[in-house]
């Protein structure tokens, strides 16, 4: 069996080898939500000073992820108390700041809890546009090379109660995000062109209480095609449910409980992984083949022991690696769920794993990374410590790590 893996996995890196090197990271946590690139050469050892290649220090406070096309990075941040919110472009490869855009602008805030901040949703990149969301405060259309405001968006409603996070995810023609809060929860898709309403679905979900705070979900999107049929998967509370894309019918749905489910799914074969924030099975795993109320028919396997709440997995050939919240990272058959390993590194946790090669890294609240590789034994690579915690997840491409602390942001690049 442990040859097997083996084989499967370095075939897995063979072909990867033979790819063509990633150029762009333009969603969160990747185009496919897995936060991997196994072509990428980067760093492992991150307190060498001399494999950075830039720093700078953004201002404001902001969660957001880095998005990347191209030679340039974005992320968005906004002033501590919400009422002013930006959009950053920097050049990836010197650090260079490009932009520094006022988005919107906001009177009187929501409350918003300590622990988030009011441009903590990860925007969508493509070829001359970004998408900048950032919840009930606004969604808009920016040129990527003027910084010219095509769209905007003001007019969706929502009590997120402690702040947004949910991510827009785009495909050829629409902008897909959900407003899972206090009050409302729906789902809805924008004309990407005119950022006019294509359609807007109401969850309908039997959440089984009337408290608004057992209702929220901080979710982003994953846009799959399987066998034929394309499938927009978007976790909340209680249930998971799958959209036509052009239309927003729910195609299936499955009921998991639970409620601020924060981590994107994940498609691997043939199944999709849903990560349900606090529910007893924090992780389902779904052939998403079905129609209707999947819950009795199609889950795979689930598990509700060593699974995150926070921060995303990665999926490597046969094999996902999960970090729990506090610390406890694990190794488990991707198609079974059997656990192949478990070992606590300790800290605490929101960014999600990122792997890059074969080697995977995780960065503590508090500012600690530890690096171990994508491996069926667990094999610490290297450790380092940096001046603030990490909120938002990193993003890869090629020779480039790029990281977003709470205070700083990072290129990680071989001298």
Not at 231 to 238: D, E, G, H, K, T
Not at 266 to 286: E, P, S, T
């Amino acid at each position: 069996m442990r040859l097997l893996i083996y084989l499967s996995f370095f075939l897995t890196l063979f072909l990867s080898t033979n790819l063509p090197a990633q150029t762009n990271w333009p969603e969160f946590r990747g185009a496919d939500g897995n936060g991997t690139d196994l072509t990428a050469n980067v760093p492992t050892d991150l307190s060498d000073k001399k494999n950075i290649a830039w720093k700078v220090n953004p201002p404001g406070k902001g969660w957001s992820s880095p998005v990347i096309w191209g030679d340039q990075l974005w992320i968005t941040t906004a002033t501590v108390d919400g009422k002013k919110q930006y959009a950053l472009c920097y050049d990836r490869n010197t650090g260079e700041k490009l932009h520094d855009i006022l988005v919107f602008e906001n009177p009187e805030p929501d409350f918003c809890h300590e622990t988030n901040s009011y441009a903590s949703c990860t925007p969508s990149i493509e070829e001359g546009r970004i998408y900048v969301h950032y919840g009930k405060y606004g969604t808009a259309c920016l040129d990527t090379k003027t910084g010219e405001k095509l769209w905007e968006r003001r007019d969706f409603p929502c009590n997120h109660f402690r702040g947004p996070a949910s991510s827009p995810v785009i495909d050829d023609k629409n902008l897909y995000v959900a407003f899972d809060g206090f009050d409302f929860q729906y789902v809805v898709a924008l004309d990407k062109k005119t950022g006019k309403t294509v359609w807007k679905q109401d969850r309908n979900i039997d959440y089984g209480t009337t408290n608004g705070d057992r209702k929220k979900g901080y979710g982003t999107g994953l846009l799959i095609t399987h066998e034929g049929r394309r499938q927009l998967i978007y976790p909340s509370a209680v249930e998971t449910q799958a959209y036509d894309p052009d239309t927003g019918k729910v195609l299936w749905k499955v009921r998991h409980g639970g409620m601020n489910a924060a981590v994107r799914p994940i498609y691997r074969h043939g199944l999709v992984y849903i990560f349900a924030g606090d529910g007893q099975d924090k992780v389902v795993v779904v052939d998403p083949s079905g129609n209707g109320d999947v819950t009795l028919t199609n889950i795979v396997w689930h598990s509700g022991k060593g699974v995150p709440l926070r921060p995303g997995p990665v999926m490597v050939g046969d094999w996902i690696f999960m970090l729990e919240d506090k610390g406890v990272v694990s190794c488990r058959d991707a198609k079974t769920g059997d656990t192949i390993w478990v070992e606590r590194i300790g800290g605490n946790y929101r960014s999600s794993l990122v792997c890059a090669g074969d080697n995977i890294y995780a960065f503590t609240d508090d500012g600690h990374a530890t690096v171990f590789k994508a491996a069926d034994e667990y094999q610490e690579v290297s450790q380092a410590d940096f001046p603030s915690g990490f909120q938002a997840s990193a993003a890869v491409v090629g020779d480039s790590l790029y990281l977003r602390s709470v205070k700083g942001l990072y290129c990680f690049r071989k001298p």
